[in-house]
């Protein structure tokens, strides 16, 4: 019973003590933004850019979809304009997988140190620009990328990194952290380091126009996730709240354009700051329950991230919902969902159903087709120790709690009609 007790103890009391600490560093610490280009044709200006920075040698890391796409070439082609050694400025890496798993990130830390390379330009979605941060820290550092796991493992900065991203939804071109994953451990991993957010970034929509309407969704929905978790945790900041706020209207206008019309570039723009708004309010903010739940399913199953989040994002925030009414109030204002003068439960209540009213609307799954019911105890002990020391919750998931909302996405279980007695030949 004594362990039992003090380890309730080391949740109720220590670990909300350690993290509220935690929480007033990250309101001091300096963390850099990169300049950010917006518009259609920004990655080729962006390009223009970094040729002039005088690099030796540039790493372009991508993955497979968008080099076939040729979704770099006025990137690629900007950085070789006017260089006599053109084909020789930069080299490109395009095997980054989802989830940027830690053997493709060892194999392009080869590749950068072997082409002598002196920065890195990151152009595809979240994977490929986490991928991008852990392979500049690790060879600047000559350590392996698990080593780097935590915060501020590095002794020396990465080389600058640039990114452009393709999606919508992670905000990687401004946050701190890089996501990998090791596939022997079936587990997500964090690197964090404020030297890791790139030094500029391209908005560009028209890299966007292209991508598939399930795609769109889930990275939309992970957008909104960052920015309500990002706001209903307690490392809020009036700046963080601002950016918050900001991305939750931006992506209620425009993640439903976007998704009915791929080509709407301004709705595409739009999503595209949001998802950088959304960036820089957790970056500081932090995330909270879903992210910890979703890290799970992601190192288990390989679900999207995106579309983890999506999934539990409802079912998280009515789990919170008690203690986060009047944020849940504020969060309709900004949805344009309800008027100031309204009672705060109710625009709670509008806001948790316009989240299941969203989801319904640009097709994201009520359940997660991979989830096994035998795994859930351990996905939801690896989800309650993730959230305990590292986010700002506004409530608690006890191991009871968390297994329940894995239990309330499970795929239905379509029961098999039994099969007709057979029949057998009567002897005569």
């Known amino acids: 019973m004594i362990p039992n007790r003090l380890g309730d103890f080391a949740r109720t009391i220590g670990l909300p003590a350690a993290k509220r600490a935690a929480g007033l560093v990250t309101r001091v610490l300096p963390i850099p933004q990169p300049t950010l280009l917006v518009g259609p044709g920004a990655s080729a200006r962006l390009g223009q850019a970094i040729a002039g920075f005088g690099h030796r040698r540039i790493m372009v890391v991508t993955d497979p979809i968008v080099a076939k796409l040729g979704l770099m070439a006025p990137l690629a082609d900007a950085l070789g304009a006017g260089r006599p050694d053109a084909a020789d400025s930069f080299v490109v890496f395009d095997e980054i997988a989802a989830d940027a798993p830690i053997p493709v990130i060892e194999k392009g830390i080869e590749v950068f140190r072997y082409a002598k390379c002196d920065a890195l330009v990151a152009i595809g979605g979240g994977s490929v620009i986490d991928a991008a941060k852990a392979i500049g820290l690790a060879a600047a550092n000559g350590k392996h990328p698990r080593e780097l796991v935590g915060y501020f493992r590095g002794l020396h900065a990465p080389p600058p990194i640039y990114a452009v991203p393709t999606t919508a939804g992670t905000g990687s071109e401004v946050t701190v952290a890089a996501v990998i994953s090791d596939p022997q451990r079936e587990a997500k991993l964090v690197i964090a380091d404020t030297r890791i957010v790139p030094k500029m970034a391209a908005l560009d929509p028209l890299l966007m126009t292209g991508l598939p309407r399930q795609v769109t969704?889930?990275?939309?929905?992970?957008?909104?996730?960052?920015a309500i978790e990002a706001f209903i945790g307690y490392w809020g900041t009036r700046f963080t709240d601002r950016m918050a706020l900001a991305a939750v209207g931006m992506i209620y206008e425009n993640l439903p354009r976007a998704c009915e019309n791929g080509k709407d570039l301004a709705a595409r723009e739009k999503m595209a700051l949001?998802?950088?708004?959304a960036g820089l309010a957790f970056t500081r903010a932090n995330v909270g329950n879903v992210h910890a739940i979703a890290h799970q399913l992601g190192g288990k199953y390989h679900t999207p991230h995106g579309l983890a989040n999506a999934i539990m994002l409802p079912h998280v925030l009515r789990f919170s919902s008690t203690a986060i009414t009047g944020k849940l109030a504020v969060l309709?204002?900004?949805?344009?969902?309800?008027?100031?003068?309204?009672?705060?439960?109710?625009?709670?209540?509008?806001?948790?159903?316009?989240?299941?009213?969203?989801?319904r609307r640009i097709g994201i799954p009520r359940c997660l087709d991979a989830l096994r019911e035998e795994d859930i105890p351990q996905l939801a002990r690896a989800a309650c120790r993730e959230a305990d020391f590292n986010y700002p919750v506004p409530r608690v998931m006890s191991q009871q709690d968390c297994e329940a909302l894995l239990r309330a996405v499970l795929p239905e279980r379509r029961t098999k009609k039994p099969r007709p007695p057979r029949r057998t030949r009567r002897s005569k």
């Open 217 to 226: 969704a889930a990275s939309g929905m992970d957008a909104l996730t960052h």
């Open 332 to 359: 309709a204002r900004h949805a344009k969902l309800g008027g100031a003068d309204e009672p705060k439960a109710e625009l709670a209540q509008k806001f948790l159903d316009s989240i299941d009213a969203l989801s």
């Open 274 to 277: 949001a998802s950088t708004y």
